[in-house]
């Protein structure tokens, strides 16, 4: 069974620094996907960026990037330029790709990040 | 609609009552999932439709849940016999087809059992 791990609890970062979330996985397959939601106080998930396991260029969308390491089981998250509004519970998901039927998420246990001014 | 939406957005129960969830996808989105949050944990799937049918229920932790999509849009979860430990925020999302390129989700709905 897939299994995803989030090994940070906490961490806090600056405004305007660079901060790194930790995420592991483990499966058997190929050929998946993985996210990185943002869940704010309001409760509701929030696609940060999305990686496909068979691409090896690392996902980037704005202030946002992963380190996808595929040997290593290891997708993990920097957020550049750290913003007040980046503060929230980050969390890791992995999807399997064809034999997934219908896109079921596994989710990490979460990071809780706090920015400070 | 505009976005994913779930009512009520918190539901308080007595251990024991009959509760229902509501959700509401994006318009045209034919996949539907729910998931339970845990306070301090990650969601769990529960169940995910396509269309109608619920393609993969195996996240349902036992027979007194149950989720229902009559006319591929609008879902309701339903759970009977309420137990304390079914407090958890409850949550909904739905995508254009299979989900691998992320869905969108509701805010949830926070049930609690007292």
């Known amino acids: 069974a897939q299994t995803v791990t989030q090994s940070q609890p906490e961490m806090s970062v600056q405004e305007a620094e660079t901060v790194t979330l930790s995420c592991t996985y483990d499966?058997?397959?190929?050929?998946?996907?993985l996210f990185w939601y943002k869940q704010p106080p309001s409760r509701q998930m929030i696609l940060v960026i999305r990686?496909?396991?068979?691409?090896?260029q690392n996902a980037t969308e704005n202030r946002f990037s992963v380190n996808f390491q595929k040997a290593a089981k290891s997708f993990s998250l920097k957020i550049s330029d750290s913003q007040l509004g980046d503060t929230a519970m980050y969390f890791c998901a992995f999807m399997g790709g064809y034999n997934n039927q219908g896109g079921k998420l596994i989710f990490g246990q979460g990071t809780e990040l706090s920015v400070k001014p | 609609g505009a976005g994913v939406s779930q009512t009520p957005s918190n539901k308080v129960t007595e251990k024991g009552k009959y509760v229902e969830l509501r959700c509401d996808p994006i318009s045209g989105h034919t996949a539907l999932y729910w998931y339970r949050q845990s306070l301090g944990q990650g969601p769990e799937f529960l169940i995910y439709f396509q269309g109608t049918g619920a393609a993969d229920d195996s996240g349902l932790p036992n027979d007194r849940f149950f989720a229902v999509r009559p006319e591929g849009s609008v879902s309701t979860l339903k759970i009977q016999r309420t137990e304390r430990g079914d407090s958890a925020v409850y949550l909904c999302?739905?995508?254009?087809?299979?989900?691998?390129?992320?869905?969108?989700f509701g805010s949830g709905t926070r049930l609690t059992v007292v």
């Open positions: 990686q496909e396991a068979y691409k090896q």
């Open positions: 499966t058997s397959e190929s050929n998946y996907y």
């Open positions: 999302a739905s995508s254009p087809q299979g989900g691998n390129y992320g869905y969108t």
